[in-house]
C-alpha cells in the first residue's frame, strides 16, 4: 500500500473511531508500526492528527488564532454559555476563564446579576463591565494572545489569594482518554492553577472541542464536576464520558 493511500485510510478511521491505534492500524494493513507511525507524523504536522502515546487522536480546531476562533461554532458556542451562566448563583464568587466561549458567558449572564467575577481575561473583564452589579477582579501577568488572558508565573502567584465557589474552564479538547487539553503548557498550567482556587470546575465544551485533543493536559476528567456542552448525547464522546462517569450538562 503507498504511503498516500495509507493515510487516507488513517484519515478514514480517525473520522470513524474519532482515534487511531498505530499497532492496530499496522496489523491491520500488514505494514510495520514504523510506517504508520511516520504517517501519524505527517499527518500531525498537517495539523490533522494530535499524536498520542500509541497513536493519535483528532486536533482541535481550537488551537487557532483569536480572531478566527470567534467565528467557529458560534452558536454551539452561545448554547453553552447559557447553559453555563445558569450556573452562577446570586451572590457567589465566579472564577471565569477566557476565550471565545467565556466571552459568550458574559454576554448569556442575567442583566441584574449580582456576583463576583474573577478573570484573568481583560477582555472578558471588559465585558463585564455591561453589568454594573457583578464586581470584577482582574489577575495580571504576561498576555497569552491566542486566548487573550495572563499568564505566567506573576498570574499564577495572583490568583492563589482568590477563593471561589465556581470556576468556568474553557479548553480546546475535551477526549475520554486525554482528559482536558489546550494548545500552550503556560496557559495550561495557569487553568490548573485556577481550578485549584474553586469549589467545583465545570468545563466550556462547545462541539469542536468534544473529541478533540491538544498537545498539553490541563486536568483529568475526574478533577471537575461536569461538562458543559451541545454535543448530542448520542455522539460517541459524550457515551463514553458518561459511561465513565463523567457529569455532562446538556446545554
Known amino acids: 500500500m503507498l504511503a498516500a493511500q495509507r493515510k487516507d485510510f488513517l484519515l478514514a478511521r480517525l473520522d470513524r473511531d474519532r482515534r487511531v491505534v498505530a499497532k492496530d492500524v499496522a496489523a491491520e494493513l500488514g505494514v510495520s508500526e514504523d510506517s504508520v507511525r511516520r504517517d501519524l507524523r505527517e499527518l500531525a504536522a498537517a495539523g490533522l492528527f494530535q499524536r ?135 496557559e495550561a498550567a495557569m487553568k490548573r492553577a485556577l481550578a485549584k482556587r474553586a469549589a467545583d470546575t465545570y468545563v466550556l465544551a462547545s462541539t469542536e472541542k468534544i473529541g478533540a485533543a491538544s498537545r498539553f493536559a490541563v486536568l483529568p476528567l475526574s478533577a471537575v464536576a461536569g461538562v458543559v456542552t451541545d454535543a448530542s448525547s448520542q455522539d460517541e464522546t459524550v457515551r463514553r464520558l458518561s459511561a465513565e462517569g463523567v457529569p455532562v450538562l446538556p446545554a
Open 52 to 186: 498520542v502515546y500509541g497513536g493519535a487522536l483528532p486536533a482541535s480546531p481550537a488551537v487557532a488564532d483569536y480572531g478566527t476562533r470567534r467565528a467557529v461554532e458560534v452558536d454551539s458556542k452561545q448554547r453553552v454559555a447559557a447553559a453555563a451562566a445558569a450556573l452562577i448563583r446570586p451572590g457567589s464568587t465566579v472564577i471565569l476563564d477566557g476565550g471565545t466561549t467565556a466571552l459568550a458567558v458574559t454576554r448569556a449572564l442575567p442583566a441584574g446579576l449580582e456576583a463576583t467575577v474573577v478573570t484573568h481575561s481583560p477582555t472578558v473583564a471588559a465585558a463585564l463591565a455591561e453589568h454594573p452589579s457583578v464586581e470584577v477582579y482582574i489577575l495580571g501577568g504576561r498576555l497569552f494572545r491566542h486566548s487573550m488572558v495572563a499568564c505566567g508565573a506573576a498570574a499564577v502567584e495572583a490568583a492563589q489569594v482568590v477563593h471561589a465557589d465556581l470556576f468556568l474552564l474553557g479548553v480546546t479538547g475535551v477526549h475520554p482518554d486525554a482528559g482536558l487539553t489546550t494548545g500552550d503548557a503556560d
